[in-house]
Every structure is written in structure tokens, then in C-alpha cells.
């Protein structure tokens, strides 16, 4: 069984001047035009392709690859604006994804970014692009741990932090504590759970807790010193964002890291910078 809008493995049945013919289940034969076969293509194997209409609405295989797949949030840049339809954005595709009026929370423009799901309209079987975006997050209550990494969508800024989509799924709040720069609507950034609220709401970090953080962030430090002949020109007095640019971390963060490893006379402080001392016992779980 084929899926529109997702990769699928599939069999051809036969060949034409137009391309391969693949198996597509229910939905019947589903051409792939010539110009995506693989060159090494062997008859014998089943082909990796994504499945959408094209500007006929006939239903196509490609062997390229989408910015996002149905189900997916991403953000994406609008290209066009139909007085009539819509907004229309590039997602990887010769055909670009519509965006209807009904779609949107406001007015775009040409060269905006939008975040955006994509989905599969059920009213048509098209593969549209929705900025509603509430209505598309998972109603389940999200099963994350505090301190669990995760990955996560920045969708707009508030007072309080940055609104995010969790894992392709859940609403979450990235807060201004501890932010060394400010983030741009569209970043994909890598996190971790502060802990999950009553009601499903998740506050979000970019550091892990704790002793997880320290010992993790340690064992780095001590790499970057050993890569680097021993030496590095970081310490206690860096700015914030010199050392989020290195280690994404914040300062708070690098500071425990080097205070643990200092009283594990892991480090001499050079002042400016600092210098790593051998210590043939040490591990960063000490």
C-alpha cells in the first residue's frame, strides 16, 4: 500500500516512453517519470519515492526529497501569492505547495518564511500546507522525562520565551533565562525537557539538568582540550555567546563544567584561557 505525501518502497509493473509504472496498492499504477530513475536502477529492486500530484492531479512518483513530508512541521518560504487561492511555498518539489487563505493566520508576502504542517487535505486528497497550527499537534499527553533530549521547532517569540513544536508533535516554551542570543522563527534547535506541565504544556532548555549536564559537558571540555594540544581559550570570563557558539551551552552551564573539573585538578586557569593536566584516573562521571 502506497501513502501520498510520504517516501514509499515500491515495485515497478512496467516500463513506457514516460518512465516506470510502480505498484501503488489502492491507488493504482503511479508513474514515475523518466528523468528521476536511478541510473543503477536493477529491475529486481524496489524504488525509494515520494508520492504527490503533480499540476494535472495525477498522482507521481519522485525520487527527490521534500523539506517536509505530510505530518511534518517546517518552516518554509513563500514564493508566490494567488489572489485567488493562496500562498504558494517551496518545499524541495518542481511543483510548489499551496497555502490557502483559509490556511493562514494572516496575510504573507513573497520571501516570508512560514511555519507550516503539512497535510493532506481531506476534502480534495491534496497535499496542502496549514500555519493553523494548533490543530494539527498531537492531543495525547506527552510521555517525555525531565531531562530527556529532544528536538524541537521555534515558531514565535512571546514574552515569557520562544513557542516550539516538540518532536514534530507537541506544543512546548523555550524561556529567555539562560539564552545566550536570540533564536529566528524556523530554527531547528536540540534540547532538552525542563519538565512537562499539567495540561501537556512542556517548558523546555537548552542545557541538560543538573549532574547529567555537568558530567556530560565536562567530558567534552576535556576532548576540545585534548584536540587542541591542551589548551583552550575559554574560561569563566567568556562571553555567553562565544561559549554557546562553542559548546551550546550556556554560561551557567560551562562555568559548573569548570569548576568540577578544576577540583578534580583536571585544569589549571591560565587567565585568560585554560590548560588541561594530566590525570590518568580521571572519567567525566567522577
Known amino acids: 500500500m502506497a501513502f501520498i505525501g510520504q517516501r514509499n518502497l515500491l515495485s515497478a509493473i512496467r516500463e513506457s516512453a514516460s518512465g516506470l509504472h510502480l505498484d ?9 517519470p523518466g528523468r528521476y530513475i536511478p541510473r ?6 524496489k524504488l525509494d519515492v515520494f508520492i504527490y500530484r503533480d499540476s494535472e492531479d495525477r498522482l507521481v512518483a519522485t525520487t527527490e526529497k521534500p523539506f517536509a513530508m505530510v505530518g511534518d512541521f517546517a ?4 514564493v508566490s501569492v494567488n489572489e485567488k487561492v493562496g500562498a504558494f511555498l517551496d518545499w524541495g518539489l518542481p511543483k510548489d505547495l499551496l497555502l490557502p487563505f ?3 493566520n494572516g496575510p504573507v508576502r513573497v520571501g ?7 497535510c493532506l487535505d481531506a476534502k480534495t486528497d491534496r497535499i496542502i500546507a496549514s500555519a493553523r497550527l494548533n490543530r494539527h499537534l498531537s492531543a495525547d499527553t506527552p510521555a517525555y522525562q525531565d531531562g530527556a533530549p529532544v528536538t524541537f521547532l ?11 513544536i516538540v518532536q514534530n508533535a507537541h506544543r512546548g516554551l523555550l524561556y529567555h533565562d539562560n539564552l545566550a542570543a536570540s533564536l529566528e522563527v524556523g530554527q531547528v534547535v536540540k534540547g532538552f525537557v525542563r519538565t512537562v506541565r499539567p495540561g501537556g504544556k512542556i517548558d523546555l532548555s537548552l542545557d541538560a539538568a543538573g549532574y547529567q549536564r555537568v558530567a556530560g559537558l565536562a567530558g567534552r571540555i576535556v576532548e576540545a582540550l585534548q584536540r587542541n594540544g591542551g589548551e583552550l581559550h575559554f574560561d569563566d570570563d567568556s562571553s555567553p555567546i562565544a ?10 552551564a560551562f562555568k559548573q563544567a569548570l569548576g568540577k573539573l578544576y577540583k578534580q585538578r ?5 587567565r585568560p584561557g585554560i590548560r588541561l593536566l594530566e590525570n590518568d584516573n580521571w572519567s567525566p562521571g567522577q
Open 24 to 32: 501503488g496498492g489502492k491507488l493504482g499504477e503511479i508513474l514515475l
Open 40 to 45: 543503477d536502477w536493477n529491475p529486481s529492486e
Open 75 to 78: 518552516s518554509l518560504r513563500v
Open 102 to 104: 483559509r490556511e493562514q
Open 112 to 118: 516570508q518564511r512560514v511555519v507550516a504542517c503539512v
Open 154 to 164: 521555534i515558531t514565535g517569540r512571546t514574552p515569557l520565551g520562544y513557542s516550539a
Open 243 to 252: 561559549i554557546r557558539e562553542a559548546f551550546g551551552v550556556s554560561k551557567s
Open 266 to 270: 583536571r585544569i589549571r586557569f591560565e
